[in-house]
């Protein structure tokens, strides 16, 4: 079992910055594929951003990339998702979720085995 908690949420003017962090703990020995969904109201929970097991290689959603950048800290088992130049649209529950059984990033959240509660992410315009 793995419990997995976010941190960092909060509210941000347009433009800002914010980091969210995913502490993962329980059994934790063996390094899964990692990733960030968000879910606004009304809508499908949606990729946001994946990383592999070693870290080099990570997927970002087109909305996000070039803005959005998720890295991970394996020696803490702590996944980041550092957020720039936040939109209003990016406003969402942002949940972490780990991978226990796929090789590399994937990008729909049926093959994720464990998630965190969700950490609410509100930009003001």
């Known amino acids: 079992q793995v419990q997995l908690v976010e941190s960092g949420g909060g509210l941000v003017q347009a433009g800002g910055s914010l980091r969210l962090s995913c502490a993962a703990s329980?059994?934790?020995?063996?390094?899964?594929?990692m990733g960030w969904f968000r879910q606004a109201p009304g809508k499908d929970r949606e990729f946001v951003a994946g990383?592999?097991?070693?870290?080099?290689?990570?997927s970002h959603a087109e909305p996000v990339r070039g803005r959005f950048t998720i890295s991970r800290d394996n020696a803490k088992n702590t996944v980041f998702l550092q957020m720039n130049s936040l939109k209003p649209e990016d406003t969402a529950v942002y949940y972490c979720?780990?991978?226990?059984?796929?090789?590399?990033?994937?990008?729909?959240?049926?093959?994720?085995?464990?998630w965190g509660q969700g950490t609410q992410v509100t930009v003001s315009s």
């Open positions: 979720a780990a991978d226990s059984k796929s090789l590399g990033v994937t990008q729909t959240p049926l093959t994720y085995d464990y």
């Open positions: 329980g059994q934790t020995s063996t390094s899964y594929v």
């Open positions: 990383i592999s097991k070693s870290g080099y290689i990570r």
